[in-house]
């Protein structure tokens, strides 16, 4: 599915990413870890294609498809979603015509039918169903006054809406009680399939304790420098990252 | 008809240009140089329209400042409609130059005034009509609302010509207690000049409420003087202006409170693209003595583009001690983080764009009380910003 191969990649000439190569073939739910400031962000922000993080050697594909060269809203299109580490405020648009624009505009990328208003509200209203979202929390403008749990709940909807093929979550378990961590994480747990991976960003090795990843990479100055199964987390979690801070 | 010109030698140095502190933005002298032609009468009535069509049922069409059409035995009876002889001349000629013109050089009957009569509900159209090339019109136009009296008026500004000079001048009185929405949408054309001056004139527990939708012109500027009486009053008068290609609106408003316990709410907001250049003048007075009042000012724009353009003067002139007054004023661009969210759920760079601006103007439209009216300009700003 996902490919990164020796990726470079800078922030205002600052080099971030220096090598970081990454195999997440279909089925799999993949988690990296790693301290603050290591590249985590800027690697899901270089796979998604925002602006000002240039990518200055190596390259990513999904199906073999070279992903950089996609605008953001074309590898959306093609299944990509990133749940953002701070979901932004989109003052004056209600959150259900903004999922539903965003999700006629991929379908019509990719040359399916766009969903009609009834067809999209049915599905729209099951899915906050299952995440505990009030619906008329919906009409509000998206995310404008939300707690930071709810506008985390709200990008889960938006994932089970999308229903993206590659997800990263970043940081998805900051600002969340235990409560909400658990709806957060069944709502990720639903989507594990055959056909999807995931990219799971964290600080901590609580959200693996709901969401198990199949590998674990421990990212540490723009490259992986460890990977292992799920107990991998649990070590970090005992012993820190600094023997890999010296190492890098 | 009385006259054969619109503006004569005489009138094209009495235009208001940029040595005069409120045109000095919106100059018509420099770009007005030669006497103007008074436009022709159309001789038919004008093909159903505008903005706001179906959403009144009394409507009045007026085509190159000459009344075209109208109800007439069909008038509601919440209404008349009669001339009114004394022009009782422009009491606020120094403020509003263009409106002095339109009384002295409208040809025709004086003033038209309609009236919605005492308790009784109204919803009135006026539509605009320019259909000339390289001529002039003005306009002269009074609404009275009688005590407790309700009504909306939906005005259209619509171009069908070219380099053509259109002057409204309107005048609304609210009687005690009388309501009145006025929501005007204005699309002239890019080579037109276009000016509306409005004066308000309200009593004690009136409310009047204006949404100006301005899509600019050569030169296009909506100018609208309230005098506020205080004693549960209230205003709200808010705008919008979107201007691309080589558009220029002015939104210019002076709100004068002038008793106690008044209060004023008003928020613009403006999308400059291409080489547009948008203009905001506000300014609100409270008087001396015209204690607890409350008025709230905002203007926020977006540029869209490096050459395009927005002038701002916010102004809150205060003389009364006990008040409550705010005003906001920003200029800026797209916010790029929320650009790429909407990308990153898969809208395509145009349409995120679109969408977000969209949002931005949108907050104005929200306040739009009239349900129809409302939906017409959402529509109205959707269609000039591209997005579906």
Same mark, same amino acid.
């Given at each position: 599915m996902l490919s990164i191969s020796n990726l470079h990649a800078s922030v205002e000439d600052k080099p971030?990413? =220096?090598?970081l190569s990454l195999e997440i073939p279909a089925g799999e739910v993949h988690a990296i870890l790693g301290p603050n400031g290591a590249g985590k962000s800027t690697l899901s922000y270089v796979l998604t294609g925002r602006?000002?993080?240039?990518?200055?050697q190596g390259g990513a594909t999904l199906d073999g498809e070279?992903?950089?060269?996609?605008d953001p809203s074309e590898r959306a299109a093609r299944g990509v979603f990133l749940s953002f580490q701070y979901p932004l405020e989109i003052p004056g648009v209600p959150a259900l015509t903004f999922i539903r624009t965003a999700l006629n505009a991929q379908r019509k990328a990719r040359g399916e039918a766009e969903l009609s208003a009834p067809e999209f509200l049915k599905l729209a209203r099951e899915k906050a169903q299952s995440l505990k979202i009030? *619906?008329?929390?919906? =009409?509000?403008?998206?995310?404008?006054? *939300?707690s930071g749990g709810e506008k985390k709940r709200m990008e889960i909807l938006q994932m089970a809406i999308l229903s993206p093929r590659f997800l990263i979550l970043d940081e998805?378990?900051?600002?969340?009680d235990i409560d909400a961590l658990k709806i957060v994480a069944d709502g990720v747990n639903a989507l594990r399939g055959p056909d999807r991976a995931m990219l799971v960003i964290t600080h901590?090795?609580?959200?693996l304790d709901y969401i198990r990843p199949d590998r674990v990479h421990v990212l540490a100055d723009g490259r992986i420098a460890a990977s292992g199964g799920p107990e991998l987390a649990l070590e970090l979690e005992r012993e820190g990252y600094d023997k890999y801070a010296r190492a890098a | 008809m009385s006259a054969a010109f619109a503006l004569t030698d005489l009138d094209l140095a009495r235009l208001p240009g940029r040595r005069d502190e409120d045109w000095r933005w919106s100059d018509l002298r420099g770009l007005i140089r030669q006497p103007v032609e008074v436009s022709p009468e159309l001789d038919r009535p004008a093909a159903p329209g505008g903005?706001?069509?179906?959403?009144?049922?009394d409507e009045f069409v007026f085509a190159n400042g000459q009344l075209n059409d109208w109800p007439q035995e069909?008038?509601? #009876?919440?209404l008349a409609f009669h001339l009114h002889d004394? #022009?009782?001349?422009?009491?606020?000629a120094d403020v509003m130059p263009m409106a002095q013109l339109a009384a002295e050089?409208?040809?025709?009957?004086?003033l038209h005034i309609l009236t919605v009569r005492a308790g009784e509900t109204a919803a009135i159209r006026f539509r605009f009509i320019s259909r000339a090339t390289g001529t002039g019109h003005h306009l002269r136009l009074g609404v009275m609302l009688e005590a407790g009296a309700q009504a909306v008026v939906l005005e259209s500004y619509e171009g069908?010509?070219?380099?053509y000079l259109a002057n409204v001048a309107l005048e609304f009185y609210l009687a005690d207690g009388a309501r009145l929405e006025r929501i005007a949408a204005a699309d002239e054309a890019e080579s037109a000049i276009s000016v509306s001056s409005a004066e308000v004139h309200l009593k004690p527990g009136a409310a009047f409420a204006q949404t100006l939708l301005v899509g600019g012109a050569k030169r296009q500027r909506f100018e609208t003087q309230i005098s506020h009486p205080g004693g549960g009053a209230d205003v709200r008068a808010d705008g919008v202006y979107l201007v691309g290609g080589r558009r220029h609106a002015d939104l210019t408003s002076v709100v004068t409170h002038?008793?106690?316990d008044g209060t004023t709410s008003q928020l613009i907001k403006g999308v400059a693209r291409d080489q547009g250049r948008g203009v905001f003048q506000g300014r609100i007075v409270v008087a001396?003595?015209?204690?607890r009042t409350d008025a709230r000012m905002g203007h926020h724009a977006l540029i869209l583009s490096d050459r395009a353009e927005v002038d701002a003067k916010p102004e809150l002139l205060i003389f009364a001690d006990d008040v409550q007054c705010a005003h906001g004023n920003t200029v800026g661009r797209l916010d790029e983080d929320a650009l790429f969210y909407a990308m990153q759920r898969g809208l395509p760079p145009e349409a995120a764009r679109a969408l977000l601006t969209e949002a931005f103007v949108g907050e104005v439209i929200d306040r739009v009380e009239h349900e129809g009216a409302r939906e017409a300009a959402r529509t109205w700003v959707s269609e000039r910003l591209g997005g579906g």
């Open positions: 971030i990413l =220096k090598g602006e000002g993080y240039e990518v200055t070279d992903l950089l060269a996609l009030d *619906f008329d929390m919906l =009409k509000r403008p998206l995310n404008v006054g *939300f998805t378990d900051s600002g969340l901590y090795q609580r959200l | 903005a706001f069509i179906g959403l009144a049922r069909a008038l509601s #009876p919440a004394d #022009p009782g001349a422009a009491r606020m050089r409208h040809v025709g009957p004086p069908q010509g070219e380099d002038e008793a106690v001396e003595g015209a204690d």
